[in-house]
């Protein structure tokens, strides 16, 4: 088998990398190792940039996510019993955030693949790489029984933290950055209404908590656990009340309670892999970096991964230059650190650390309130929040200015 683009992994990365090289007219093949249905099952993250929104839009998958996505002006802080908002759309001259599921981005793409009639193989065994160096790169797996090799021009590692991908690179050639956390994420989905209308990111004394959703009907809550429980050591009870306690009292009483659909835990961990492009392999998406989920930017690092390795193989196919595949790593990198900073300070900010001192929780009281009563400081965070813009030659540049030309208010 020949193709232009190899893709392993068929997670948003993958899918969306694929359905914008198929409208462009280049050849790809997407090597996944579970089946479609297993996929489509996973429940993850749920908070778009306007970034990934406009792409999702240039690649023609829209639709649904025009319908029925939830645009959010603003989102909250609650801290010391208190709710306090921040506007995003005023804070960053507006822009804002759209709430729609992960499980319905990867939906929407798995549809579109298959109007296009591109090819995905699922349940994909033994992916392995080779000559990634070379000018001739292969894929080899086993489908169906039968041991198989796909030649292509190029290899998009599209295959998460724990694909096959980044392990081809030779190891003297990759540097990894990582910070792993003391305490995990219990998640719980249910068919009930959200608490809040917008997003709201808790400290307490007891740990974090956040009220999320992925529609008007079904709310996705998390709080803040040690490493060691397990999810189904919780009851549903038991989760609700210990989110009640750690919620300010009017969001506290308007909890909607349910069975759940799914509960789990995840572990927060911060990764970067470098470079994300050795010979013809490209890495995207958790392929090459990770971010605990506080600023909800694992998703929209994918995207824009894509975005940049996109232009980069159209400028290839189309124009015959090199220039984005050679500025692919720098370029994706000079973005994933900035998530990666902003996604690191507010797990610091918000969660309860083993062993903090007095004065640790102290700073951290007074950078909240410094947050909500000072403009700058908030629309530090709602800028960061609602996604840096995607430009930038090796770095990302200077940032935009407000859209409306203005400064940040209170300037
Ligand atoms: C439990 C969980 C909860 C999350 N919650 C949030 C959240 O609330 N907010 C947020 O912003 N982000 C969240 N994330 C992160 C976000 O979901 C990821 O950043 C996003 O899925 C990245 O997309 P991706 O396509 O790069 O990787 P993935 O979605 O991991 O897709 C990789 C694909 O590659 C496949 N694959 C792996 N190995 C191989 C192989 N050897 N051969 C072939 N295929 C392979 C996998 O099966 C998978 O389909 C969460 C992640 C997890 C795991």
Same mark, same amino acid.
């Given at each position: 088998?020949?193709?232009?683009?190899?893709?392993?992994?068929?997670?948003?990365?993958?899918?969306?990398? +694929?359905?914008?090289?198929?409208?462009?007219?280049?050849?790809?093949?997407?090597?996944? @190792?579970?089946?479609?249905?297993?996929?489509?099952?996973?429940?993850?993250?749920?908070?778009?940039?306007?970034?990934?929104?406009?792409?999702?839009?240039?690649?023609?998958?829209?639709?649904?996510?025009?319908?029925?996505?939830?645009?959010?002006?603003?989102?909250?802080?609650?801290?010391?019993?208190?709710?306090?908002?921040?506007?995003?759309?005023?804070?960053?001259?507006?822009?804002?955030?759209?709430?729609?599921?992960?499980? !319905?981005?990867?939906?929407?793409?798995?549809?579109?693949? @298959?109007?296009?009639?591109?090819?995905?193989?699922? &349940?994909?065994?033994?992916?392995?790489?080779?000559?990634?160096?070379?000018?001739? /790169?292969?894929?080899? %797996? @086993?489908?169906?029984?039968?041991?198989?090799?796909?030649?292509?021009?190029?290899?998009?590692?599209?295959?998460?933290?724990?694909?096959?991908? @980044?392990?081809?690179?030779?190891?003297?050639?990759?540097?990894?950055?990582?910070?792993?956390?003391?305490?995990?994420?219990?998640?719980?989905?249910?068919?009930?209404?959200?608490?809040?209308? &917008?997003?709201?990111?808790?400290?307490?004394?007891?740990?974090?908590?956040?009220?999320?959703?992925?529609?008007?009907?079904?709310?996705?809550?998390?709080?803040?656990?040690?490493? !060691?429980?397990?999810?189904?050591?919780?009851?549903?009870?038991? %989760?609700?009340?210990?989110?009640?306690?750690?919620?300010?009292?009017?969001?506290?009483?308007?909890?909607?309670?349910?069975?759940?659909?799914?509960?789990?835990?995840?572990?927060?961990?911060?990764?970067?892999?470098?470079?994300?492009?050795?010979?013809?392999? %490209?890495?995207?998406?958790?392929?090459?970096?990770?971010? /605990? /989920?506080?600023?909800?930017?694992?998703?929209?690092?994918?995207?824009?991964?894509?975005?940049?390795?996109?232009?980069?193989?159209?400028?290839?196919?189309?124009?015959?230059?090199?220039?984005?595949?050679?500025?692919?790593?720098?370029?994706?990198?000079?973005?994933? =650190?900035?998530?990666?900073?902003?996604? =690191? =300070?507010?797990?610091?900010?918000?969660?309860?650390?083993?062993?903090?001192?007095?004065?640790?929780?102290?700073?951290?009281?007074?950078?909240?309130?410094?947050?909500?009563?000072?403009?700058?400081?908030?629309?530090?965070?709602?800028?960061?929040?609602?996604?840096? /813009?995607?430009? +930038?030659?090796? +770095?990302?540049?200077?940032?935009?200015?407000?859209?409306?030309?203005?400064?940040?208010? +209170?300037?």
């Amino acid at each position: 088998m020949r193709t232009q683009v190899a893709i392993i992994g068929a997670g948003p990365a993958g899918l969306l990398l +694929g359905q914008l090289l198929s409208r462009a007219g280049i050849d790809n093949v997407i090597l996944e @190792r579970r089946s479609c249905a297993y996929v489509l099952s996973r429940i993850r993250a749920g908070v778009l940039e306007q970034g990934m929104v406009d792409l999702l839009r240039e690649a023609g998958v829209s639709d649904r996510l025009d319908r029925e996505g939830l645009v959010h002006e603003g989102v909250n802080l609650a801290f010391g019993g208190v709710l306090h908002r921040l506007d995003l759309k005023r804070l960053t001259g507006g822009s804002t955030v759209t709430v729609y599921g992960q499980t !319905e981005v990867t939906q929407d793409l798995v549809e579109a693949r @298959r109007a296009l009639g591109r090819p995905t193989v699922y &349940e994909a065994e033994e992916v392995a790489l080779h000559g990634i160096d070379t000018a001739a /790169p292969r894929v080899s %797996f @086993r489908a169906n029984g039968t041991q198989q090799e796909l030649r292509c021009d190029f290899i998009a590692g599209c295959d998460g933290y724990h694909g096959v991908s @980044r392990g081809a690179i030779p190891a003297g050639a990759l540097a990894t950055f990582e910070r792993v956390y003391p305490f995990g994420w219990l998640g719980l989905l249910v068919d009930r209404p959200p608490a809040a209308e &917008e997003l709201v990111y808790a400290r307490h004394e007891r740990g974090f908590a956040l009220c999320s959703m992925r529609s008007a009907a079904r709310s996705r809550y998390y709080l803040q656990v040690p490493l !060691e429980e397990r999810a189904e050591d919780w009851t549903d009870e038991a %989760f609700y009340d210990e989110l009640r306690l750690r919620l300010p009292a009017e969001v506290a009483a308007a909890l909607r309670t349910g069975p759940a659909l799914e509960k789990s835990i995840a572990p927060l961990r911060s990764f970067v892999a470098e470079p994300m492009r050795f010979g013809r392999l %490209f890495l995207a998406g958790d392929a090459a970096h990770i971010v /605990p /989920p506080t600023g909800a930017k694992g998703l929209n690092l994918a995207a824009s991964d894509v975005r940049y390795l996109f232009d980069a193989l159209r400028e290839h196919y189309r124009d015959g230059s090199d220039a984005g595949i050679a500025a692919y790593s720098a370029r994706a990198l000079a973005r994933v =650190w900035k998530a990666e900073r902003f996604s =690191w =300070w507010m797990t610091g900010l918000l969660h309860r650390f083993p062993g903090s001192s007095a004065f640790e929780d102290r700073m951290q009281q007074a950078e909240l309130d410094y947050l909500v009563s000072s403009p700058a400081a908030s629309a530090a965070l709602a800028e960061n929040y609602v996604g840096l /813009p995607y430009h +930038g030659e090796a +770095g990302i540049g200077p940032l935009q200015p407000f859209r409306d030309g203005s400064g940040p208010p +209170g300037r």
